[in-house]
């Protein structure tokens, strides 16, 4: 029982963690970032990158964030600022970025599977079971990551700004607000969280030129279920993730990795707005 | 000026014979046949294998555009259907052998399976009030699940590594060629001629504007279900053909990642142009096989690159360019290019009474009582109480936010009141739908001009028509039948020389008018219009003026009208309504308000 | 000739291809105030919506203080000085008082002059900074919706309908204080209004906007006013 339940919130951390950049790009802009998938690939090579260099695993994470956030901003600059207007057309856009940042990886690297260095190696004992540090300290990592993320557009006038053309874009811009800089911002910021989550998963998971896709689809329908709210977020991530885990305990891997599409497709159908209050 | 190029055409084109494109299409689909008759005898035998396999693809990319480009149904999960195609396929030939019973009855489940997983995902996807990103989504977790599914299977389905080596029909490269080939140029001419019939044209104008088609009586889910459980069922031939032909089938054909990729070629070639997909598919697939063993990853970096560009830079595909292309080398050789447009005659539609309310209907043509409508706990409209008779021009006034806009549509559509009840012709609306309230004989024209705008004025008015008199599914029938009121909008406002130009081009004035046009075509006995003089000039104002008193005058019709263009309210309305507040503060003749207090101190704003 | 600080001049536009305005010209100086009175449907928040930058400009041109706004965007024309109150959906309704008045400072506005500017103009907001604007009634969303275009060191503020169902005593107050703030900060002021006797209290100039066209104008101390307006908006 013990291990099921860690399993459940470690779980719910890694999708949180995962989903948080998509989250507050569709939050501001309204569209949904097919790259991220291939962001989390770009973070976990750079992860693999500070192993190849000899550097602490750790160094791994701000080489992803500067490697997403730049390779964001210039999509953001390129591609995606002319699409505004064409949500389902940013989609394909983006998934065709997802394609040019995977083929890069494929001829710098090469096919085949890298393995990162974790940070943090061994188990811990909790309540007479041993549980994978590593696990744990995601826990501590999301809720960083929330806490963060929230004193930041909370706290700050660029946050302030954000959530207000988040509410209402129009009424911003009319009260001077640069809507077109807080996007820019934005997409780069969500493209760096994309990146920190894969890199922040490379221990739990092989590093090759598509191991962001998996994840995408797993990040995209949690996005969907949320609306624009971080708070909705951690409870989709609990939910879902958690019926993700109790499914594969009980009827098998495979089953339990199609729980969260299949569940947020019914629970879209049946409550558009998902989990978000409004 | 486009007035005066409409003319010309009108009198140059109608003496000479008519060659027409459809004549075109055949000569084009025969050569192209004999092209795939022959090209196998030229070609390696490697690169004809490759191009069975083109062409397979090539017939989903068909339906993915048909969806896609047409419908605007963005769908990722056209691959699901395939698998289930090449999937049964296996699954029969593997654990019943081969025979040609079990290759047909592999044909029959594929289909069946296909047919049914599209069910659920329509029944899903296209409810009445889904987003299109919704449907979109419900697309993408299809191939997911049906991936699982696959890897579920165990041994049974060969798991991640699929099922091969299973007997399957005994035909040489070669034949594959000419069957898969035949079948690819039947396919895209039976897809040309449905998608510019008239019904085809349907399709895009559930993509443009899918509440207008709502509001014109036409159930846009089912249509949408139907077009799509068709797709899947030519996906899953398609996989069977696959299955047939390559003796091998592995979870990743049932596939997101597959899904994307008929996006890609799809959107490459051209989205909504049918030829660009097939052709795009044919060669970016081709080149890929040959390319592949040389380049493989820049290769696909070069696809990814030209892809992002293309949805960019040129959102309709490559194949238009390259027709545009053609075109102006045509104009610069001085070819005349044939005229295009043929011409859409109106004729006069016989009374079809499909309304259920017949025109001997007696008594109140409208009875709304004790209408409310809340939003939460923001009370918009409470305690409407009115009727309307045959004949009758009732107008709808007062300030802002008095809760005339959404009187309208509470009439319009049976799930919007919050409570109260709304008989149209004596029948109650209770919960209908806008295409049932149509059914009653509501007819509803929208605030802003709600017209199709890439169609013609003559598609916008066939499409209007469509409940009444069913569309031809394979061929422009040329003719749209109006009932007199409609045509009377039409010849009064000069439409009739424009039947050939695309809505969009149309002055504001004429847009609105058109609208009008398409809501009479309806045969409706109560309209409701939502400020139809917004935007116009005096002298269209004074005309629809004149329109709408004839119209209710010698069709009898009941005409409600939410205006603020007060003179003209005094012009034309035998009754008008005072809404201040969600409340009706007066109902009287047009004197009776224009000399009241109340209604004075409601405009001027000095309180209650 | 005082300084021109708003001037249109020959402005046309609309939604897609309809045209609301037309060929319109207007000019407002340094501390003068305006009323823009029609019907509803003539094109009065239109008109404010084109100044603003929130519709295309089909013709004609739009500068403010000396700057050319005729292709702004809106956020640039409201870093100039422009404090614009919508009609609808003005307001943050999720965030807070302050928050909702701290969006609008720009640059050289402080905090506290906008808490001083408050201050003078409607103190109860300083104890409820902290309170969610979405709870406020609607009468004091109104006054948060003035106290933030009156506290951004604007140089002009274009007000659309802020009277409707606002109570006639909180009216003759928001006179005071607009022509208040106008003595003191020189502030041109373009209101769009269809209340009478609240177009002839505050402002000095009155232009009647009949079908995007403007078809009368007055000043509003002269004593045929009132009869001039009314005939215009009733019946």
């Given at each position: ?12 951390a890694i999708?949180?963690i995962v ?21 989390m690939?770009?973070g976990g090579?750079?992860a ?12 791994g994470i701000?080489?992803a ?53 974790p940070p ?14 590593y696990?744990?300290i995601l826990?501590?990592f999301a809720?960083?990551l ?47 969280l994309?990146a920190v989550a894969g890199a922040l998963i490379t221990p739990l ?74 | ?608 | ?235």
């Amino acid at each position: 029982m013990v291990p099921v339940l860690l399993d459940l919130i470690t779980t719910a951390a890694i999708l949180y963690i995962v989903s948080s950049g998509l989250l507050l790009v569709f939050g501001v802009m309204k569209l949904i970032n097919f790259a991220h998938g291939g962001l989390m690939t770009l973070g976990g090579y750079a992860a693999v990158m500070a192993t190849a260099m000899g550097l602490s695993p750790w160094i791994g994470i701000p080489l992803a964030a500067i490697f997403g956030g730049i390779v964001g901003l210039s999509m953001e600059r390129v591609v995606v600022r002319s699409l505004y207007n064409r949500p389902l057309d940013a989609i394909l856009a983006t998934w065709g970025l997802s394609i040019i940042i995977g083929q890069i990886i494929t001829l710098v690297f090469d096919r085949g599977v890298h393995f990162a260095e974790p940070p943090i190696r061994g188990v811990i004992s909790i309540l007479g079971e041993p549980y994978s540090t590593y696990r744990l300290i995601l826990i501590a990592f999301a809720l960083l990551l929330g806490v963060g993320l929230t004193l930041a557009l909370r706290g700050t006038s660029l946050g302030l700004s954000t959530r207000a053309v988040i509410m209402n874009e129009d009424l911003a811009r009319g009260l001077g607000i640069n809507s077109g800089l807080v996007r820019s911002v934005t997409f780069t910021l969500g493209s760096g969280l994309a990146a920190v989550a894969g890199a922040l998963i490379t221990p739990l998971s092989s590093v090759d030129p598509n191991m962001g896709i998996a994840w995408l689809i797993s990040a995209f329908m949690l996005v969907l279920v949320s609306g624009s709210s971080l708070y909705s977020l951690a409870v989709a991530s609990i939910v879902l993730g958690g019926a993700q885990v109790v499914v594969s305990n009980y009827f098998g891997s495979v089953l339990g990795g199609m729980t969260i599409a299949a569940l947020a497709a019914v629970i879209l159908r049946i409550r558009p707005q998902g989990f978000s209050y409004e | 000026m486009s007035e005066a190029n409409v003319k010309e055409v009108a009198s140059t084109s109608l003496p000479r014979p008519h060659f027409g494109p459809l004549t075109r299409m055949v000569i084009v689909a025969s050569i192209v046949l004999i092209g795939v008759g022959v090209a196998p005898l030229f070609m390696d035998a490697y690169s004809v294998n490759v191009l069975v396999r083109s062409m397979i693809y090539a017939t989903i990319a068909l339906t993915v555009d048909i969806l896609w480009g047409y419908l605007g149904v963005l769908t990722f999960g056209q691959s699901a259907f395939f698998a289930a195609g090449a999937y049964a396929t296996a699954l029969v030939f593997t654990y019943g052998g081969f025979s040609a019973e079990y290759a047909f009855a592999a044909l029959l489940i594929g289909i069946a399976v296909a047919v049914a997983l599209a069910g659920l995902v329509a029944f899903l996807a296209f409810w009445h009030g889904a987003s299109a990103l919704y449907a979109s989504v419900i697309t993408l977790v299809l191939p997911i699940i049906v991936t699982q599914l696959l890897f579920s299977g165990g041994t049974y389905t060969g798991s991640s590594s699929g099922l091969t080596g299973f007997e399957t029909i005994p035909l040489s490269s070669e034949a594959w060629f000419w069957a898969v080939g035949v079948w690819l140029v039947l396919l895209t001419a039976a897809a040309w001629m449905y998608t510019r019939s008239d019904a085809g044209r349907l399709l895009i104008a559930i993509r443009e504007n899918e509440q207008r088609c709502k509001y014109l009586g036409l159930n846009t889910s089912n249509i949408k279900a139907a077009i799509f459980l068709i797709c899947a069922a030519i996906g899953a031939i398609a996989g069977w053909m696959y299955a047939n032909y390559t003796m091998v089938v592995a979870p990743e054909i049932a596939g997101f990642t597959f899904g994307t990729e008929l996006l890609i070629w799809v959107a490459l070639g051209g989205r909504g142009t049918l030829f660009g997909p097939v052709i795009g598919t044919i060669i970016i697939d081709y080149a890929s096989a040959q390319l592949q063993g040389d380049f493989p990853f820049v290769w696909k970096l070069v696809i990814g690159i030209v892809f992002v560009s293309v949805i960019v830079a040129l959102p309709r595909g490559i194949l238009p360019l390259v027709s545009n292309a053609a075109d102006w080398f045509r104009d610069r050789i001085g070819i005349a290019q044939p005229q295009q447009h043929s011409q859409l005659q109106l004729r006069q539609a016989s009374r079809s009474g499909r309304n259920i309310i017949g025109v001997e209907s007696r008594g109140p043509a409208l009875v709304v009582s004790g209408v409310e409508k809340r939003f939460g706990s923001l009370e918009v409209l409470s305690g409407i109480d009115f009727e309307a008779t045959y004949g009758e021009i009732v107008s709808l006034v007062g300030p802002n936010g008095a809760g005339k806009t959404t009187l309208m549509t509470c009439i319009a559509d049976g799930s919007k009141r919050s409570g109260g009840t709304i008989s149209i012709g004596g029948h109650d609306i209770a919960h209908r739908t806008p295409e049932e309230c149509v059914r009653l004989g509501v007819g509803r024209k929208f605030q802003m001009a709600n017209v199709f705008d890439s169609l013609t004025v003559g598609e916008c008015l066939q499409i209007a028509r469509a409940r009444l008199d069913p569309l031809s599914k394979w061929q422009k029938s040329g003719v749209c039948s109006l009932p007199p009121s409609a045509m009377r909008v039409v010849r009064a406002t000069g439409l009739h020389s424009d039947l050939n130009l695309p809505a969009q081009v149309l002055s504001h004035g004429k847009k609105q008018a058109l609208e009008l046009a398409m809501v009479l075509a309806l045969e409706p006995k109560v309209i409701l219009l939502d400020e139809p003089t917004a935007g116009l000039t005096k002298a269209e104002r004074t005309l629809i003026g004149t329109i709408l008193t004839e119209l209710a005058k010698t069709e009898q019709l009941c005409i409600l009208l939410v205006e603020h263009d007060l003179e003209f309210v005094r012009e034309i309305s035998s009754r008008v309504i005072v809404l201040h507040q969600g409340r009706i503060v007066l109902n009287g003749s047009v004197d009776e308000v224009v000399n009241s207090e109340l209604v004075k101190s409601v405009y001027a704003g000095s309180g209650h | 000739m005082t300084e021109v600080v708003l001037a249109v001049n020959g402005l046309s536009s609309g939604y897609g291809q309809a045209t609301v305005i037309r060929n319109l010209d207007l000019k407002i100086a340094r501390g003068e105030i305006v009323t823009v009175v029609g019907k509803n449907g003539m094109g009065k928040s239109t008109l404010l919506k084109s100044i603003m930058g929130y519709l295309p400009k089909f013709s004609g041109s739009v500068s403010m203080a000396q700057h050319a706004i005729t292709d702004s965007h809106p956020h640039q024309i409201a870093r100039l000085g422009v404090a614009y109150v919508p009609q609808e959906k003005a307001l943050f309704q999720d965030l807070t008082v302050e928050e909702n008045i701290r969006l609008a400072l720009r640059g050289s506005a402080s905090w506290n002059e906008a808490k001083a500017a408050i201050g003078r103009c409607f103190p109860f907001l300083l104890q409820r900074l902290q309170q969610k604007a979405g709870t406020l009634s609607g009468g004091e969303q109104k006054m948060l919706l003035m106290a933030r275009s009156l506290s951004v060191g604007a140089k002009m503020l274009l007000i659309d309908e802020i009277t409707e169902g606002m109570q006639p005593s909180i009216i003759s107050n928001l006179v005071k204080i607009i022509k208040t703030e106008r003595d003191r900060s020189d502030l041109g002021v373009l209101l769009v209004e269809q209340n009478i006797p609240f177009t002839r209290a505050v402002s000095d100039r009155y232009v009647l906007l009949d079908k995007g066209e403007i078809s009368g104008s007055g000043n509003t101390r002269d004593p045929d006013t009132h009869e001039k307006i009314a005939a215009h908006i009733c019946l």
